[in-house]
């Protein structure tokens, strides 16, 4: 070899192999026996299927469902024909209890039930305040006489609840909503002496019991006419 073919000779280079990443012999191993690799789902895609997927209701939570939309009371219409039932279901609860006092007297248990009917009654009727304009009902049936004799009653409770019901039905508000209804009011609880009635209630309540002494507030409250 002369000094040119020593110049130009140049080594024969290895051959340099890519770094390959080695097969797991478990893949391996599935690839030459046939088995396909389940693919995995990601998890967004598992919550995306999840938020379509109509939810479910037992039969047990519908009946309970079911059975709430039943039991929700209805709204009664308070109109001409519903105050007249009102009225009569007061006079008959009034009458009830006044011959169950005078038939048994000396025993309370008798009078007692009836007595507690004629309260939840009074209480109902409040819900006439709500229509000033149909007054003119309540004293076309004589309901307002009716009334104002139960502030004699033996029970100063029955006497209280009457209080408590003229108060809101004479309250200025609601006395303004029906110029008519209030006037029809007004008048015939004037000619009753209301003002003498309920004083004579006030000079027998006990003042140290709160509901009497809350009931001396609202007769001091009412229309004097």
Known sequence: MDVGELL???PDKPAIQANKRKKDPRAQWRDEVGLEVPQKKSLLEGSTN???QPASISEEEKKKILKMVEDEPETEIVDETSIKKMILKF???S???QEMRIKYPDQPDKFLESEMELNDVILEMHVIA???DLYHIVVELNAVQSLLQLLHHENTDI???VVDLLQEMTDVDTLNESEEGATSLIDVLCEQE???LLIQNIERLDESIKE???AVHNTLGELMC
């Open 95 to 97: 009458y009830k209890n």
């Open 130 to 132: 709500t229509v000033p």
């Open 159 to 161: 006497a209280i609840a």
């Open 194 to 196: 209301v003002v003498a």
């Open 212 to 214: 009497e002494a809350d």
């Open 91 to 93: 006079e008959k609860r």
């Open 8 to 10: 130009t000779f140049q």
């Open 50 to 52: 999840a938020l379509h």
